[in-house]
C-alpha cells in the first residue's frame, strides 16, 4: 500500500526522480575521475589523493553552518539551489579534461568548490523527506529513495568505466554534471514544502543549540564516532586504494567499475529490503551488519579473484544500504523537526570528518607499505570501530519508533 501511496504523491516523484537521476551521474563520477587523473602527466596514487581530498575538507568544515542554513532557508531550497550550482563546477572539471587542460592543482581547486557546494546540500538531505510525506511514510520513502539513488547508482557504474574507455573521462564527468541540473530543477519544484525556521537567534547561537540537541542522545554520538573512522577506511579504500589495485590486478576501469556495480546492486537490494523490514533494535542491527565492511576489505587484502571482491563488494552495499535507511529514519523520528538539519549536520560532520585523511593517505601509503597491508589494517580499524558502537548500552536501548527512555527531552535543552 505505502508503494501506491507514495507513487500517487506528485512531490514525491519528483524527489524519486531527482534521486535516480543524480545518481546515475554519481555513479559514473567516481571512476571517471579515479582513472582520469591516474592516467594525467603528473597523476598518480598520491595525486589522487589529493584531489579527492581537497573536496572532502570544505564539506567537513562547511556541514555545521550548512545545518544552520538549510534549518533557516528551508530543505527543498537549499537542495535545489546546491544542486544547479555543482552542475556548473562539474562541467568545469569535464570541461578540463576534454580539453587537455587538467591538472591536478586546477582539479583539487574545483573540487574544492564542489566541497563547499556538498556540505551546503548534505545536511538538508536526510530531513527533505519530512517535508513531502507523513510521518507513518518515512522508513519506506527514505528505502524507496535509496532504490532510486542506488538504482541510478548502478546505471552509472554499469555504464562509466564503458564511458571512460571509449570517449574518456570528460565526457563521462560531463554526464555527471548534467544530470545535477536536471535533479536541481526537479527539486526546485518542491520549494513551496520548504519549512524554514527561523529560532531569531544567531548562526552562532543555532550551532550551539545544535550541538547541544545533538550531544543529547548518546545513541547518535556512539554511531556517529564509529562512522568517523569506518568512513576514513572506506572512502581511501574505495576511492583510492581500489583504483590502484584494479590497475594492478583487475584490468583497470573496467574491474573496477563491475566490483561497484556490485556493490551498487546490493545497495539497491538493501533498499528494498530496508523498505520491508522490521526489526525490535533498529541501531544496533544496523551497526551488526555492518561487519561485512571488513569482511570485503579483507578481500582487497588478500588479492582475491575478481568475482570474490565483486560479492564482498555486493553483500557490504546490501548491509550500508539497510543501516543507512534504519539511520535516516531514527533521526527524522527522534530529532525534533526544527533541528533535524542541524542534527543531521553534525552527523555528517563527525562521520565524515576522519574521510580527508583517509584520502590524503591511502595514495602515500603505498610508499612505505604493500597495498595489501594497507587493506589489512583498513579491515581492522572497520572492525574495532563497528564493535566500539556495540559496546554503548543506548545503541541497544533504542526500540523502533521509539525515543531514548533514558534519554532528556531535546526540548529541555
Known amino acids: 500500500m505505502s508503494v501506491k501511496t507514495l507513487a500517487g504523491m506528485p512531490e514525491y516523484r519528483r524527489l524519486f526522480s531527482s534521486r535516480l537521476i543524480s545518481n546515475v551521474g554519481n555513479g559514473v563520477a567516481p571512476i571517471a575521475i579515479a582513472f582520469g587523473v591516474l592516467a594525467l602527466p603528473d597523476g598518480s596514487p598520491t595525486g589522487l589523493s589529493i584531489v579527492l581530498a581537497a573536496q572532502a575538507i570544505p564539506v567537513v568544515l562547511v556541514l ?6 538549510a534549518d533557516r532557508v528551508g530543505r527543498p531550497r537549499m537542495i535545489s539551489i546546491c544542486d544547479m550550482l555543482m552542475a556548473v563546477v562539474i562541467g568545469a572539471i569535464g570541461l578540463l579534461f576534454i580539453t587537455g587542460l587538467a591538472t591536478v592543482p586546477l582539479l583539487a581547486v574545483l573540487n574544492a568548490l564542489a566541497g563547499v557546494l556538498v556540505g551546503l546540500w548534505y545536511p538538508a538531505y536526510p530531513g527533505l523527506a519530512t517535508d513531502v510525506v507523513p510521518d507513518e511514510l518515512l522508513q519506506p520513502a527514505n528505502a524507496y529513495n535509496a532504490v532510486a539513488g542506488n538504482g541510478g547508482f548502478i546505471i552509472g557504474t554499469a555504464i562509466g568505466g564503458l564511458l571512460v574507455a571509449t570517449v574518456g573521462s570528460g565526457w563521462a564527468i560531463m554526464l555527471d554534471a548534467v544530470s545535477f541540473l536536471i535533479a536541481g530543477i526537479l527539486v526546485f519544484g518542491l520549494r513551496r514544502f520548504s519549512r524554514p525556521h527561523d529560532s531569531g537567534e544567531s548562526p552562532v547561537r543555532d550551532l550551539i543549540d545544535g550541538w547541544q540537541v545533538f550531544i543529547s542522545y548518546r545513541w547518535i554520538v556512539a554511531v556517529v564516532l564509529a562512522f ?31 566490483v561497484l556495480g556490485a556493490m551498487a546492486v546490493g545497495l539497491l537490494l538493501g533498499a528494498i529490503v530496508a523498505a520491508k523490514i522490521r526489526v525490535e533494535r533498529p541501531i544496533a542491527f544496523g551497526m551488526a551488519v555492518c561487519f561485512t565492511l571488513p569482511a570485503w576489505l579483507l578481500t582487497l587484502a588478500l588479492a582475491a579473484p575478481l568475482p570474490v571482491v565483486m560479492v564482498g563488494a555486493f553483500v557490504w552495499g546490501l548491509a550500508m544500504e539497510i543501516m543507512v535507511v534504519l539511520w535516516f ?12 538539519s542541524r542534527v543531521s549536520s553534525y552527523d555528517a560532520f563527525g562521520s565524515l570528518m576522519f574521510g580527508p585523511l583517509g584520502l590524503a593517505l591511502a595514495g602515500p601509503l603505498l610508499v612505505f607499505i604493500p597495498i595489501s597491508e594497507a587493506f589489512f589494517i583498513a579491515a581492522l580499524v572497520a572492525a574495532a570501530a563497528t564493535a566500539g558502537s556495540l559496546l554503548v548500552p543506548s545503541v541497544w536501548r533504542l526500540r523502533r519508533a521509539d525515543g531514548l527512555p533514558d534519554m532528556p527531552s531535546v526540548t529541555s535543552n
Do not use: C, F, K
Open 329 to 340: 529514519t531514527a533521526l527524522q523520528r527522534n530529532v525534533p523537526p526544527e533541528s533535524l
Open 64 to 69: 555545521p553552518i550548512g545545518g544552520v542554513i
Open 228 to 258: 568517523s573512522l569506518i568512513v576514513m577506511v572506506m572512502r581511501g579504500a574505495e576511492e583510492v586504494l581500489g583504483p590502484v589495485l584494479a590497475n594492478e590486478r583487475y584490468g583497470g576501469p573496467a574491474g573496477w567499475s563491475a
